[in-house]
């Protein structure tokens, strides 16, 4: 996988960084969008952290390769770097077989960027947040807070967060703290609820405040999230509804207050142009078997002349099925295994009819 930088005026893409071990994930840029940050793969499961300079492009390693780190953010003062790593051993015995398991593996961590900002876990002067000014947190032209990087010594300022190991993902920067989803372990069969009937345990919503130095829940059900450009507010998907609801606190439980506002998704209008849709499934198709097909010579055939010879026939196609099959067709000039086109699925929501039945008796 590769990283690309594209620049919005010029349209220029230059390329970041590249990996032959898998793709890069949680791409983000500093608040003065001078940094970008990832977690680049290594041989699994290993990930670590880089960082590029968005200028000249340099790339540094912002953690070692030896664990799984991945989900990263920076601060919205852009004094520190924080994700999520796989590297808590604290393993717990089986109940049924004499074995160990590394149950919950993960925990959130920070990183200093510069070498003289204070961590925010350490002493506090007079029993307040360390909170001196310093060229870091000059602001640039546009507002935005400056980041500043000491690369010397940049991996021995880590530093875990005080809460416990667990299993987290989707770490965000929010107002004056960090959010991150926090996971149930769950049973495979079900088998450990109190009966059959009652739900599975729900993925919660924390908060990390810096000030409190505490963990606060925000939401008990929470499926996906995202944060607000000025980390003020949260977008929530939590029990089959869409919410907008404070990041400093948890949201009122009256959904007509201005801090639990349900947004109305029916308002949604869209139009659609099948055909359109399909030429662009067609040509999707046709680029994602070039780039991921098991030989570079897709095995000797020559994969353009196959995608035009087979195009006056996408003009022809009427549903979604005549697709499919259309698709099953150009697969096939490749004469190989493990190539699929899977149908969407018919309406399997649906309630079934009821059917006619009869008492039979001799």
Known sequence: GRVLLVERESGEVREVDRSEDGEATGLVFSPDSAWLAWS?????????????????????????????DYAPAFTLDGKHLAFLSARSFDPVYD????????????????????????????PQRHGRPFDAQDGAETPDSEGAPVTRIDFDGLADRIVPFPVEAARYSTLRAAKDGLLWLRHPVRGVLGASRATPHDPEPRTELERYDFAERRVEEL???????????????????????????????RASGDEDSASNITVDLTRIRHTVDPAAEWRQMYDETGRLMRDNFWRPDMGGVDWHGVLERYRPVLDRVATHDDLVDLLWEVHGELGTSHAYVTPRGGGGGALRQGLLGADLAR
């Open 40 to 68: 680049h793969p290594g041989p699994r499961p290993l990930r670590q952290l880089k960082l590029a300079n968005t200028a000249d492009l340099s790339v540094a390693e912002a953690t070692p390769l030896r664990f799984r």
């Open 95 to 122: 109940a049924h077989v004499f074995d160990l398991a590394f149950v919950g593996g993960s925990r959130p961590y920070l990183i200093t960027l510069a070498a003289t900002t204070p961590s925010p876990f350490g």
């Open 219 to 249: 939401s008990a059900d929470a499926d996906h999230f995202a944060v607000t450009g000025d980390g003020k507010r949260i977008l929530l998907w939590t029990d089959g509804k869409l919410k907008v609801v404070p990041s400093d606190r």
